[in-house]
T-cell receptor, first 114, second 114 residues
Framework: DTEVTQTPKHLVMGMTNKKSLKCEQH?????MYWYKQKAKKPPELMFV???????INESVPSRFSPECPNSSLLNLHLHALQPEDSALYLC?????????????FGDGTRLSIL | GNSVTQMEGPVTLSEEAFLTINCTYT??????LFWYVQYPGEGLQLLLK?????DKGSNKGFEATYRKETTSFHLEKGSVQVSDSAVYFC?????????????FGTGTKLQVIP
């Protein structure tokens, strides 16, 4: 069982729609991450939140808007996406620095843009 | 910069064959090293890790040793099973402030045939 829960598992949306991806963890982790993974490729980092503050934005287009409302939740708001944005979106979390624990990943949301 | 290079796939093996997937890295600082596995339709699962030179990570019959002198972290398993069919990612991690920066290799697809 994954300890990072992502919803929905699948999402199909048109280019004019607005939707949100959700991620939740209850492990007490204080860093949360969004990754984008295209088929047959490794995950690419999009955003990092550390202690609910945005720490990294890897030059992601503004049609992706992250939000971290509290230490357990991470959202990714989507608007006016393009067909090339179709991918698997993975959320991950990690404990505060100073531990050996790695990032824990959710099972992802598979997004298709029509 | 940091980078991870792993062998091109796909790798096709018969059941009970010996597996090696090569991984080398370039990093500034002292990274931790990981192997993640991704089964079809799922997120990434941690397979094993090593946090310092000469550490050996092991799990489910898989092993990898952190070799600083050759900057390598090759994945091995003595006898693969059909259920091991998946994509394997080698990764290095550096910690910055309160979050982790992970660099992934390109992934190696393993197919095990009965």
């Amino acid at each position: 069982d994954t300890e990072v829960t992502q919803t929905p598992k699948h999402l199909v949306m048109g280019m004019t729609n607005k939707k949100s991806l959700k991620c939740e963890q209850h492990m007490g982790h204080r860093a949360m991450y969004w990754y984008k993974q295209k088929a047959k490729k490794p995950p690419e980092l999009m955003f990092v939140y550390s202690y609910e503050k945005l720490s990294i934005n890897e030059s992601v287009p503004s049609r992706f808007s992250p939000e971290c409302p509290n230490s357990s939740l991470l959202n990714l708001h989507l608007h006016a996406l393009q067909p090339e944005d179709s991918a698997l979106y993975l959320c991950a979390s990690s404990p505060p620095a100073g531990t050996d624990q790695p990032q824990h990943f959710g099972d992802g949301t598979r997004l298709s843009i029509l | 910069g940091n980078s991870v290079t792993q062998m091109e796939g796909p790798v096709t093996l018969s059941e009970e064959a010996f597996l090696t997937i090569n991984c080398t890295y370039t990093a500034t600082g002292y990274p931790s090293l990981f192997w993640y596995v991704q089964y079809p339709g799922e997120g990434l699962q941690l397979l094993l890790k090593a946090t310092k030179a000469d550490d050996k990570g092991s799990n489910k019959g898989f092993e990898a040793t952190y070799r600083k002198e050759t900057t390598s972290f090759h994945l091995e398993k003595g006898s693969v099973q059909v259920s091991d069919s998946a994509v394997y990612f080698c990764a290095l991690r550096l910690t910055s402030g309160g979050y982790q920066k992970v660099t992934f290799g390109t992934g190696t697809k393993l197919q095990v045939i009965p």
